[in-house]
């Protein structure tokens, strides 16, 4: 089964007004039997951290066969270059990535917006589905409050891409913040690369 860690949390600085003054996606590795594969690679600048998580997991960048990024906007595909052997995928809705990790389309913050959904069995045997979304959903508050990214293209779309991520996911890793459940409407530990802190690294889901 897929296992997912979070080499790097998503964060968002705005100004008194809202202005955005700094973002930096989240980096994600999914790891399924030979797949080594990244979803976002950060925004430029950003390599050390990125090399220091991986090597923490025993990884090198080397070993990276699959780059996958939600949107082509700068701050999700700056350290691309970093993964020399790795393939940049253009996904599209549906596209299996490797087994239990698949495509979907979420426009509206861009039109080229995708999600990466991975499905994982629980220390229960239960399927578990956690959703990498980029900005189709950037921030724990933009599901509290349901309202789609401040930037997007289409609000139809945007709005629409939000409700098919929370009907689906049970967990989510937003594109500019720390996981969290849908279901408990709260940040959480999941199997994720939190830092030096953790210990293992294959941690359970929780149930």
């Known amino acids: 089964m897929p ?7 998503g964060s968002i600085e705005r100004d008194e007004y809202g202005r955005i003054l700094d973002a930096r996606s989240s980096v994600t590795l999914i790891v399924n ?3 080594k594969i990244i979803v976002d690679s950060g925004q430029k600048g950003e390599k050390e951290l990125i090399c220091r998580a991986l ?17 082509s906007h700068p701050d999700h595909c700056g350290n691309n270059h970093l993964f020399s052997h790795a393939k940049v995928l253009i996904g599209k809705e549906g596209d299996v990535i490797a087994p239990g990790v698949w495509v979907l389309a979420t426009p509206g913050h861009s039109m080229d917006s995708i999600s990466v959904v ?14 990498i979304p980029g900005d189709a959903l950037p921030t724990f508050g933009n599901f509290l409050k349901k309202v789609p990214p401040a930037l997007h293209v289409d609000r139809d779309l945007a709005i629409a891409s939000m409700q098919r991520i929370m009907a689906l996911a049970d ?6 913040d720390s996981p969290f459940s849908i279901r408990r409407k709260a ?8 830092g030096p802190r953790e210990d293992s690294a294959a941690p359970k889901l929780p149930d």
């Open 33 to 35: 039997g030979r797949h």
């Open 171 to 176: 967990f989510v890793v937003p594109g500019h």
């Open 3 to 9: 296992a997912v860690f979070l080499l790097k949390p």
């Open 118 to 131: 991975v499905e994982a069995k629980a220390a229960t045997l239960q399927m578990k589905t956690i959703v």
């Open 187 to 194: 940040y959480v530990t999941l199997p994720f690369r939190m």
């Open 55 to 71: 090597a923490e997991l025993g990884i090198n960048p080397e070993e990276i066969d699959c780059i996958v990024n939600t949107h």
